[in-house]
T-cell receptor
Framework: EDQVTQSPEALRLQEGESSSLNCSYT??????LFWYRQDPGKGPEFLFT???AGEEKEKERLKATLTKKESFLHITAPKPEDSATYLC?????????????FGTGTRLLVSP | NAGVTQTPKFQVLKTGQSMTLQCAQD?????MSWYRQDPGMGLRLIHY???????DQGEVPNGYNVSRSTTEDFPLRLLSAAPSQTSVYFC??????????????FGSGTRLTVV
């Protein structure tokens, strides 16, 4: 069974204090790994798709990396507006393009 | 360009009542999905569609029904509401042809409480 585990559950940072969020996954052949950001009371907002081990993608203060067993979302010099829940999801090769398996997320709070 | 629009935003139902959660997208996306989000659990796929007239079950389909008569609309029907269906429901859509970007666009959600 495909599984996604995110850690930590919650993370509190000071503005400018860099850190990383972890997404460990078990899947029978990875088609893609996705990162989303979710603000309170809103739907998830797409950030990145990673397809193969060694791949990296960047967007402003965020950089996502992928290995064969996990992905990291690195946050460099975060600002209070980066506070949100970050969700990781995987899509397996042997399932349809519709079937994403999500983790429970990491709640990030960045204090000024 | 409104994206994915869900209505209503909030709803309270009594056990046994039925209702339809509406979802509409204006991006001409072929792929649409319904998820539910519960505390301590990841988003779980309820039903999905790869185009008008084509739907299939996801991970947690029991108690829900869908149909897709147009590209734009993908309503989710609760047949006989139960307290276990208290959740936040999200509709999402994706462009089938956008191979470089598999990311879904999500609506803002419907918060449903069944009493």
């Amino acid at each position: 069974e495909d599984q996604v585990t995110q850690s930590p559950e919650a993370l509190r940072l000071q503005e400018g204090e860099s850190s990383s969020l972890n997404c460990s996954y078990t899947v029978s052949g990875l088609r893609g790994l996705f990162w989303y950001r979710q603000d309170p009371g809103k739907g998830p907002e797409f950030l990145f798709t990673l397809y193969s081990a060694g791949e990296e993608k960047e967007k402003e203060r965020l950089k996502a990396t992928l290995t064969k067993k996990e992905s990291f979302l690195h946050i460099t010099a975060p600002k209070p507006e980066d506070s949100a829940t970050y969700l990781c999801a995987v899509q397996a090769m042997d399932t349809g393009f519709q079937k994403l398996v999500f983790g429970t997320g990491t709640r990030l709070l960045v204090s000024p | 360009n409104a994206g994915v629009t869900q209505t209503p935003k909030f709803q309270v139902l009594k056990t046994g009542q039925s209702m339809t959660l509406q979802c509409a997208q204006d991006m001409n996306h072929e792929y649409m999905s319904w998820y539910r989000q519960d505390p301590g659990m990841g988003l779980r796929l309820i039903h999905y569609s790869v185009g008008a007239g084509i739907t299939d079950q996801g991970e947690v389909p029991n108690g829900y029904n869908v149909s897709r008569s147009t590209t734009e609309d993908f309503p989710l029907r609760l047949l006989s509401a139960a307290p276990s269906q208290t959740s936040v429901y999200f509709c999402a859509s994706r462009d089938r042809g956008n191979i470089a970007n598999y990311g879904y666009t999500f609506g803002s959600g419907t918060r449903l409480t069944v009493v």
